[in-house]
Structure formats: C-alpha cells, structure tokens
C-alpha cells in the first residue's frame, strides 16, 4: 500500500514536499514514480527512480528521493507555478521508469497541490 501526503495550497514560486510511504513490503527492488493529473487532463509522469538509487532531479525543479530506513519516496518541487497545481501520485513498478500509468501495478490515493497566489 502507498499513502501519500504533503499537499496543500502554496502561491507561486514557493516549495512543497511531497512523501509516498509504502507498507506491506519494501521498496528495496522497486521503480518509484510520481505522476500528477491536472484538472481536465490526463494523468502525466513527474518524476521516476529506482529505489536503491540516489535522488534525481527533474527539470531543476523537482527532486525525487528516498529514504531506505523510512521505506518511503519524496517529491521535492521548488518554484511551483499554477501549471503544477494537479492530484499528485505516487506509483510503483518492479520494471524500469517509464511515464506510461499501466506499466505501474500499486498506486496511492494522491494528494492534492493548488499553486495560486
């Protein structure tokens, strides 16, 4: 299972972290990804990495992260602006990254972002 929190509403140019914590097993040999579904559109791919790797940056913006002892993944994103306002996911695979939602079998529920001012 993964829960997902840390959302909220924050005005643009500001920072949020999102945390993804898994129970029922360990991410050890996963691939973790956050994905985010703005209102009216489809849901899209954020960010992916492999557990056992270090944190990735994404677009400057955006660091994906874990943390092994926590059984947990993070969303980093600094300068939000309204365009990142979404329903952010967290999702897992035992394949590679991709940004395709059906190659991802275990999602969390989401957690909402609102970036205005």
């Known amino acids: 299972q993964l829960v997902e929190s840390g959302g909220g509403l924050v005005q643009p140019g500001g920072s949020l972290r999102l945390s993804c914590a898994a129970s029922?097993?360990?991410?050890?040999?996963?691939?973790m990804a956050w994905f985010r579904q703005a209102p009216g559109k489809e849901r899209e791919g954020v960010a992916c990495?492999?557990?056992?790797d270090g944190p990735d940056s994404v677009n400057g913006r955006f660091v994906i992260s874990r943390d092994k002892a926590k059984n947990a993944v993070f969303l980093q994103m600094d300068n939000l602006t309204p365009e990142d306002t979404g329903v952010y996911y967290c999702?897992?695979?035992?394949?590679?990254?991709?940004?395709?939602?059906?190659?991802?079998?275990?999602w969390g529920q989401g957690t909402q972002v609102i970036v205005s001012a």
């Open positions: 999702a897992s695979t035992f394949g590679s990254c991709t940004t395709h939602e059906v190659d991802y079998g275990l």
């Open positions: 029922g097993g360990t991410l050890e040999r996963r691939t």
């Open positions: 990495m492999k557990f056992s």
